[in-house]
C-alpha cells in the first residue's frame, strides 16, 4: 500500500495513475478545494488519465490537509493508515515563485512535509519518496551532482523551499530509518505523444501571452481602427500572418532543461522499482532547448513574425515597449530557468534509466505543436474536465 | 389589510437609511416630493418604510399616507440614486406603495383621518401647522432604524423646525410636557440613540450655508447635509473636512466629531469648527464662544448626553490648490502600509492619508456588487495587493511619496483602471498577470509607465465598459454619470464621499471605529486579530476597513467593519453576543493601551478638544 501525496496536482495525478497501471493499491491524500469534493477532484483526474474502473478500485481517498498537525486526519484514521502503508510518495508542493506568498510556500513545501514525516515515522512504512527538483541546485553555473547541496543563493522562494525541504526529508529519513528517494525533474511540460498536460504554466505561459497578444491587436486592427496596434507596430501581412514587434532577452546561455510528462512518469517508476536504497536522482533531458527554437516554433505555430532574441548588450539602450516589458517581466521570474548555464549530472539516474531504455525526447517543432494543439483546444486548462 | 409584494417588501426591508436618496449626488435632481415636504415619509428611503410598515400591519392607510403615496411621481430619479450605492431598485417599491393605497382607496377603503391632540396643537402654533405631526405613517418612518439592537420607538409628534428659536420652544414645551425628545440628523443610527416616543425634530428645514471669505469659515444650520455644504465650498474654492455626504454637518459634529481621511491634515472634532450654537435642556440658546458656555472641549471616557440641540454651526473653510491629484500605492503587507502612511504623517507630506483593505477598494472602484466581489479576489490573489495607502496631495506631496514609497497608481491609471474594471477581471488576462509574478508582486509590473499603452488595449476604458457591469436598464445611465471626470477623480470621490456608502452595499454595515496609536503596530495588529476573531467565532462577515494617521503620525483612527443582514433575527443575534464581547475587551484594552479610545465613549462629545480623547 502507497501513501500518495499530491494527488491531484500535475506530477501526483500522473504518478498516482502510473502506480495504480503497476497495480499498486493508493491512498490518496486530498482535500476539497473550490467548490469541489476531494472525491469529485480525484474522480475527475483518474478519468482525464485514463484509469480504467478496476483500477480505480484500488485508490482510497483520504481527506486531509498538509498544513495541519496530523494531516488534519482523525487518530483512527491516521493509525489505520500507518498500519497500512509500505511506501510513501510526497509530491505535494507549493510551485508559486512568489516571495509574498513565502508564508504559504514554507507552510505546504516544510511545515507539510514534516506532517508526512511524522506519519511516516509512527508507520511501517519503510521507503519514503520524496518529488523534489532540479533547481534546489540554486543560483549558479556548471555541473550540479546528484547530491545533496548547500548553495548560496536561490532564484525564488519555491527553489530554497524544495532544497530545505530535501535536507529536511535526508535527516528525518535518517533517523527513521527509511529509505529515501529523491526525484529531482527540471521542467516539465505536456505528455509528448499525445500533448496532454493538465497545467499550462512554465514553457506554455511566454507562449500563450504571446497569441494573447496576437489576438489583442488582431481584434484592435478588425474592430477598432487599429491605433493601439499600429502603436505596438503591429500590422496584419497580406498572407494572414501579424507581425508584432517583440524583443526578447535570451541572452547567450544555453537554454531551458525541459522534459516531458510521459518521461518523468517512466522515469519515476524505473528508479523506484531499481533504486532500492534510495539516493538523488536528477530527472532531467540531456539537450536545453534554445529560446531561439521556442520562438521559431511560436512563431509558426500562431502566424506569428517579428519575435526575436536578443542578447542584453542589443536591449541595452534601446526604449522598451510595452511588449517588450511583459516578457522582461516573464524573464525576472524565468530567465535563470530560459538563460540556463547549469548541466545537471545523472550518474545515478542515468545508468538506471539506460537499462530500462526510459529516454528524454527532445522538444521538437512536432512535439511542441502537438502540447500546443492541447492547449488552446482545453483553453489553457479552463476546459480541461467536462462540465 | 392591504396585501403586500414578497419581492418588493424584500427590497423595502433592506433600505440601509443611509439617506442618499436626499442629496442631489449624482446631479440628477432630488425626489420631487422629499424636497417640497422634507418629511423623511416624502423620500424613498420614508416610502420603503412605509411599505415594509404597511405590510407588516403596524399602521393603518391614514390621510397623510395617501397624500405621500399620491405625490410620488415615479420620476425614477431614485432608482438610480439608490442603485449607485447599494445596488437597490426602489421605484418598484415607490410604485406598489402608490397601488396599494389606490388599491385600498378603489375596494372602498377610508383614508384613517387621525385626530389632532392638545400638544400638536401647541407644537403648530411653534412651527407652523405643515410642520408637526403626528400622523403614524409620518411617524414609523422616524421610529426605526438598521441598527438591530433597538426595538421600534414611535414617537407621538414628529417637528420640522424652521429656527433656532423654534427649536428653543419646541424644548421648552416638551419640557412643561414631560415629553422626551430626540433630534435626528440625516442618515442612519449607528447604535439606535436617536429615537424617542415623544417628539422627534428633524432639522431639514434649517438649510443655511453663509461664506464667509474673509474669515474662512461658513455658517451651517443643522438641516445641511455634508454633501451640499462640500459642493458650496468648493464653489468659493474651499474644502470642508467631510462626513458622509448625507450626513448633517451640524449632527455628525456633536456625535463624533467629523473624521475622514482629510482628518489627517484637518483633525476633528474641535478642530472643525470655530463656533457652535445649541439649544439646551431648558430651552435656552448659548454658544460654545461664551464664556459662560459649558466646557464641551472636555472629554469624560463615558456615554453622557449631548450638549444640546446643534442650531448652528460655524466650520473652518481649508485651502485648496489646483494641483491636488490623489494616488494610492499598493502593498501586500498590512505593516508596511502603516509604516508608510506613518512616515507621510511623521513629515507632513500630503493632505488626506488612508489605508485601506481590499473590501474597500474593489467597492469604490466597482458599480456592482458582483464585480466588487471578483475584484476583491482578484486583487490579493493576481495583483498582490491586500492594502493601499490612498493620499491626496499637490504635486510636491505626490512626488516625495513616489519618492518614499517607489511605484504608485495615479489618478490616470486609477481612471482606466476603474473604466476597464470588467476586462481587468477577465480570467485569461488575469491568468497571465498571475504568470507575471516572482520576487515582486503583479501590481509592480502593471504600474510600470510602459505598460500603460499595453493595459489601455486590453482593457479600453470608457464609461460604456464600466456600465457594462450593471442591469441593462441602468447602463445608459451609468454611462453617462462615469463620463462625468469627476466620478473617477480621486479628490472629488475623497471629498464628496459619495461611494462610502458601497462599503454596505452586500449587507448592513456595522462600523467600529477605535483612535489607536499609530507607532504601536502590535496594538494596532491585535485590535484587527481581535475584532476578526470575535466575527468568526460568531459567524459574522468582517473586514478590514481603514486607518487615518493623525496628528503627524502619533495617532490614528481604525475602522473594522461587520455586515450583517439586519433583517435576520439570527445575525441580530449573532451582533448581540459578538457587542457584549466587544464592548469589556475594548475596555480593557483602552484602560492599559495609551492611545487607545473607542469611538463609542465619543458619541456626543464631538465638539471635545482631540487631544483630550487621543492622548488620555
Redesign the interface.
Known amino acids: 500500500m502507497i501513501l500518495l501525496t499530491g494527488g491531484t496536482g500535475f506530477l501526483g495525478a500522473h504518478i498516482a495513475a502510473h502506480l495504480l497501471e503497476q497495480g499498486e493499491e493508493v491512498i490518496l491524500l486530498a482535500r476539497s478545494k473550490q467548490g469541489l469534493s476531494a472525491a469529485d477532484r480525484v474522480g475527475r483526474l483518474l478519468d482525464w488519465l485514463g484509469v480504467e474502473a478496476g483500477r480505480k478500485k484500488n485508490v482510497r481517498l483520504v481527506e486531509g490537509r498538509l498544513d495541519h498537525p496530523g494531516l488534519g486526519l482523525e487518530p483512527d484514521v491516521s493509525a489505520s493508515i500507518s498500519r497500512e502503508i509500505d511506501e510513501i510518495v510526497h509530491c505535494a508542493s507549493s510551485t ?5 506568498k513565502r508564508p504559504e510556500v514554507e507552510a505546504v513545501n516544510l511545515d507539510g512535509l514534516g506532517h508526512v514525516l511524522d506519519l511516516a515515522g509512527r508507520s511501517r512504512c519503510r521507503r519514503f519518496h520524496l518529488v523534489s527538483s532540479a533547481f534546489v541546485a540554486g543560483l549558479g553555473s556548471g555541473l550540479c551532482l546528484e547530491e545533496m547541496v548547500r548553495p548560496s543563493a536561490f532564484t ?1 522562494v519555491y527553489e530554497e523551499t524544495k532544497c530545505r525541504a530535501e535536507w529536511l526529508a535526508s535527516e528525518r529519513c535518517a533517523k527513521a530509518g527509511l529509505r529515501l528517494s529523491v526525484y529531482r525533474p527540471s521542467i516539465v511540460y505536456g505528455h509528448s505523444e499525445t500533448g496532454r498536460s493538465l497545467l499550462f ?1 512554465a514553457l506554455y ?1 511566454p507562449v ?2 504571446a497569441l ?2 496576437k489576438n ?2 488582431e481584434t ?1 486592427i478588425h474592430e ?1 481602427g487599429g491605433r ?2 499600429a ?2 507596430g503591429v500590422r496584419l501581412d497580406g498572407d494572414g500572418w501579424t507581425v508584432m514587434p517583440l524583443r526578447i532577452m535570451a541572452g547567450d546561455g544555453a537554454g531551458i532543461n525541459l522534459v516531458p510528462i510521459d518521461f518523468f512518469v517512466r522515469a519515476f517508476g524505473a528508479i523506484r522499482e531499481e533504486a532500492n536504497d534510495g539516493g538523488l536522482f536528477h530527472l532531467v533531458n540531456s539537450r536545453q532547448t534554445r529560446i531561439e527554437d521556442i520562438i521559431e516554433y511560436t512563431q509558426a505555430f500562431f502566424h506569428i513574425r517579428g519575435i526575436s532574441a536578443c542578447s542584453g548588450q542589443e536591449m541595452e539602450g534601446k526604449p ?7 516578457f522582461e ?2 524573464l ?3 530567465g535563470p530557468y530560459m538563460r540556463d548555464r547549469r548541466i545537471f549530472g545523472t550518474e545515478r539516474a542515468g545508468p538506471i534509466l539506460d537499462i530500462k531504455g526510459v529516454r528524454c525526447p527532445e522538444l521538437t517543432s512536432d512535439i511542441f505543436k502537438k502540447c500546443l494543439d492541447y492547449a488552446v483546444q482545453c483553453g ?1 486548462g ?1 476546459r480541461l474536465f467536462p462540465e | 389589510m392591504v396585501k403586500a409584494d414578497d419581492a418588493v417588501l424584500k427590497t423595502a426591508a433592506q433600505c440601509r437609511h443611509y439617506a442618499m436618496c436626499k442629496i442631489d449626488y449624482l446631479g440628477t435632481g432630488l425626489c420631487p416630493p422629499g424636497k417640497r415636504y422634507h418629511y423623511v415619509s416624502y423620500y424613498p428611503q420614508g416610502r420603503m418604510d412605509l411599505y415594509a410598515a404597511l405590510a407588516d400591519n403596524l399602521i393603518p392607510v391614514t390621510e397623510g399616507l395617501v397624500h405621500i403615496a399620491e405625490t410620488c411621481t415615479m420620476c425614477g430619479v431614485c432608482d438610480l440614486q439608490c442603485h449607485f450605492v447599494t445596488g437597490l431598485r426602489p421605484l418598484k417599491v415607490m410604485e406598489a406603495l402608490k397601488d396599494l393605497v389606490e388599491d385600498y382607496l378603489k375596494t372602498g377603503g377610508k383614508p384613517v383621518s387621525i385626530a389632532s391632540d392638545e400638544p400638536l396643537r401647541r407644537l403648530r402654533s411653534i412651527v407652523g401647522t405643515e410642520w408637526a405631526t403626528n400622523d403614524p405613517a409620518v411617524l414609523v418612518t422616524y421610529a426605526n432604524d438598521p441598527f438591530p439592537l433597538a426595538d421600534m420607538r414611535m414617537p407621538r409628534y414628529v417637528v420640522l423646525p424652521g429656527t433656532r428659536e423654534e427649536v428653543a420652544s419646541v424644548v421648552r414645551l416638551a419640557n412643561e410636557l414631560s415629553l422626551p425628545y430626540a433630534v435626528r440628523g440625516n442618515g442612519g443610527s449607528v447604535f439606535g440613540f436617536v429615537f424617542s416616543e415623544g417628539i422627534v425634530l428633524d432639522m431639514q428645514r434649517m438649510r443655511g450655508i453663509a461664506i464667509d471669505k474673509d474669515n474662512w469659515s461658513a455658517v451651517v444650520g443643522p438641516g445641511v447635509t455634508s454633501f451640499e455644504l462640500q459642493q458650496e465650498v468648493f464653489r468659493h474654492g474651499f474644502r470642508i473636512n467631510t462626513a458622509e455626504p448625507a450626513a448633517t454637518v451640524c449632527g455628525n459634529i456633536v456625535c463624533t466629531g467629523t473624521f475622514s481621511t482629510w482628518s489627517y491634515a484637518y483633525g476633528t472634532a474641535a478642530d472643525g469648527f470655530i463656533d457652535m450654537e445649541f439649544v439646551n435642556a431648558r430651552g435656552e440658546i448659548y454658544r460654545l464662544n461664551d464664556k459662560q458656555a459649558p466646557n464641551v472641549f472636555a472629554f469624560e471616557n463615558a456615554v453622557i448626553p449631548a450638549p444640546g440641540i446643534c442650531t448652528e454651526a460655524t466650520v473652518k473653510l481649508q485651502p485648496t490648490t489646483a494641483d491636488e491629484d490623489g494616488l494610492l500605492v499598493p502593498f ?2 498590512f505593516d508596511e502600509a502603516v509604516a508608510l502612511a506613518r512616515e507621510l504623517g511623521r513629515r507632513r507630506i500630503g493632505l488626506a492619508v488612508a489605508v485601506l483593505g481590499v473590501h474597500y477598494i474593489a467597492n469604490f472602484m466597482s458599480p456592482s456588487k458582483a464585480l466588487a466581489d471578483r475584484l476583491k479576489d482578484v486583487l490579493p490573489e493576481s495583483l ?1 495587493i491586500r492594502y493601499v495607502v490612498f493620499a491626496i496631495g499637490d504635486r510636491y506631496a505626490r512626488e516625495s511619496i513616489r519618492q518614499l514609497a517607489g511605484p504608485v497608481i495615479d489618478s490616470s491609471l486609477w481612471r482606466t483602471l476603474t473604466l476597464g474594471l470588467p476586462r481587468l477581471l477577465d ?3 488575469q ?2 498577470v498571475k ?7 503583479p501590481y509592480e ?1 502593471l504600474i ?1 509607465p ?9 482593457l ?1 476604458p470608457s464609461p460604456e465598459t464600466l456600465a457594462g457591469a450593471v442591469e441593462e436598464d441602468l447602463r445608459e445611465l451609468y454611462a453617462g454619470l462615469y463620463s462625468q471626470p469627476r466620478f473617477t477623480d480621486m479628490t472629488w470621490l475623497n471629498m464628496f464621499r459619495i461611494v462610502s456608502s458601497r462599503m454596505s452595499r452586500r449587507k448592513h454595515m456595522f462600523a467600529f471605529l477605535v483612535y489607536v496609536p499609530l507607532d504601536r503596530n502590535d496594538v494596532i495588529n491585535h485590535i484587527n486579530a481581535e475584532f476578526a476573531r470575535i466575527a468568526a467565532a460568531q459567524g459574522i462577515d468582517h473586514d478590514f476597513g481603514f486607518l487615518t494617521p493623525m496628528d503627524l503620525g502619533k495617532r490614528a483612527i481604525l475602522e473594522y467593519d461587520y455586515y450583517i443582514d439586519h433583517t435576520d433575527p439570527a445575525e441580530r443575534a449573532k451582533i448581540g453576543r459578538a457587542m457584549a464581547e466587544i464592548g469589556p475587551w475594548l475596555d480593557g484594552l483602552a484602560d492599559r493601551t495609551k492611545g487607545v479610545t473607542f469611538l463609542k465613549y465619543v458619541f456626543s462629545q464631538g465638539c471635545s478638544r482631540k487631544e483630550n480623547f487621543l492622548y488620555r
Open positions: 508559486s515563485f512568489a516571495e509574498r525564488n504554466n505561459y500563450r501571452t494573447f497578444l489583442l491587436y484592435d477598432r493601439r496596434a502603436e505596438m522598451r515597449n510595452a511588449l517588450d516589458a511583459v517581466t516573464y525576472e521570474a524565468y489553457w479552463a | 501586500w503587507d498582490g480570467r485569461e488576462w491568468d497571465l504568470g507575471f509574478e516572482a520576487g515582486r508582486p509590473i510600470r510602459e505598460m500603460r499603452p499595453l493595459i489601455e488595449a486590453v479600453r
